[in-house]
């Protein structure tokens, strides 16, 4: 895992002269992509920069599973997950998404992934808040202890899920995000 202050460095290295000179401040680094292509359980994968600060990546299973994933953020480090499976339930309260959530999480850690971001530590902070006896709401952030430092904090936060469109099963969304850098 990369030391907190070398992470540090390099998220808050400034994107490009060019995008500097196209009147953006944005102090994070241009996106890059999240998982490697020659893993065997990925079928394939693309990339695609969509400005300075912003790239969309798609992962498809060897399975037919399907991971959307949008890079972004300018004063935040931000990872939007859609995670579509045939197995996934189409329906659920926050306690359920939250547990997808959670399942998919621990799933992806074993692809290692190339982030700033733990994974398995964000899975775990889930599990914990499905734990306790308070309700969980959805698009509520959870700190994610332990992944950053004071002032570059995790958090992760779980949008819900609902039915895929095309035969059956369902989806979950989900966010991680670092900073303010």
């Known amino acids: 895992m990369t030391p907190p202050v070398v992470l540090a460095a390099a998220l808050a290295m400034p994107v490009s002269a060019g995008a500097a000179a196209g009147g953006e401040d944005c102090v994070r680094h241009v996106p890059v992509a999240v998982f490697p292509a020659r893993v065997a359980t990925i079928r394939s ?22 991971l959307q994933i949008r890079n972004w953020g300018c004063e935040s480090f931000v990872l939007t997950f859609r995670y579509e499976s045939k197995a996934l339930p189409a329906t659920g309260d926050a306690r359920a998404w ?51 430092v004071e002032f570059l904090q995790a958090r992760v936060s779980v949008a819900g899920g609902g039915a895929l469109k095309s035969g059956g099963g369902g989806y979950v969304e989900f966010q991680l995000a670092k900073g303010p850098l």
């Open 45 to 66: 994968t693309s990339f695609h920069p969509v400005s300075a600060n912003e790239a969309t990546e798609e992962v498809v299973f060897t399975t037919g599973e399907r």
């Open 98 to 148: 939250h547990e997808r959530a959670a399942e998919v999480l621990e799933r992806l850690a074993r692809l290692e992934p190339h982030s700033p971001f733990d994974f398995p530590l964000a899975a775990r902070q889930l599990r914990r808040a499905l734990r306790t006896p308070a309700a969980l709401r959805l698009q509520e952030d959870i700190a994610v202890e332990g992944d950053g």
